[in-house]
């Protein structure tokens, strides 16, 4: 890869990074200002622990390439897990989450909407992308594909312990009052769509390699 490439590369990832970063702070500052912060439960969300963790990976990974450092597969890996992550934010929250009734302690309150909208509607697209143009030094079996699970389900375990000690839950499907079964039913659905989503992004990524190695990207 030539120095303009990565030069491009790191520098798009970077800002990628700035972007979700600084909305996770903005939101953050904007709910201190209206005296709503609780903390406790703003980072049990999904969204926001997926938010900060591709926030993370961008960073240290365009700052890597811009050193002309070469991705190692773990690295490959984590932006598989974060593109995955990220796609599935943007789709559920769409789905199912965007009308869904406030929190009573935030009514009156509106979240920032240009943040709300960069967390779950246009980063996700983005990284989505990046992870298909941008060219890595590791091609993934279907077999490391389950890699990607360690993070969600590390999630779900922390939620579903801390749902039952505190009897407060991020998301409406997850919350057993509405049936254990219902619950159970959702979970397996996403954990699926985790897996189908991971399995559909490697061949769709050796295509789109094949396209943008024409380029040099």
Known sequence: MNFKSRLTIGLIRIVMAYTLLYSVY??????????????????????????????????????????????????????????????????IYNALLANSAP?????????????????????PIIIFFEWLIFNTEFKINLKSVFWVLLYPLAWLAFTIIRGLAKG????????????????????????????????ILLPVRQLASKLTSRWGI
């Not at 929190?103 to 980063?123: E, F, Q, S």
């Not at 619950?183 to 769509?193: G, H, Q």
Request: contains cysteine; glycine residues 6%.
């Open 26 to 91: 903005w939101q953050i500052t904007d709910r201190l200002a209206h005296n709503l912060f609780r903390p406790s439960e703003y980072f049990s969300y999904f969204t926001i622990t997926s938010c900060l963790l591709a926030g993370a990976v961008l960073g240290y990974s365009g700052v890597a390439i811009l050193r002309n450092q070469k991705e190692t597969k773990s690295l490959t890996l984590v932006r598989l897990t974060t593109a995955v992550s990220m796609v599935i934010v943007g789709v």
């Open 103 to 123: 929190d009573p302690r935030d009514i009156g309150y509106a979240w920032p909407v240009l943040p709300n909208l960069i967390m779950h509607t246009y980063m």
């Open 168 to 199: 407060w839950w991020p998301y409406w499907f997850l919350d057993p009052q509405y049936g254990i079964g219902s619950m159970l039913t959702w979970i397996c659905v996403i954990t699926a769509f985790f897996v189908v989503l991971s399995i």
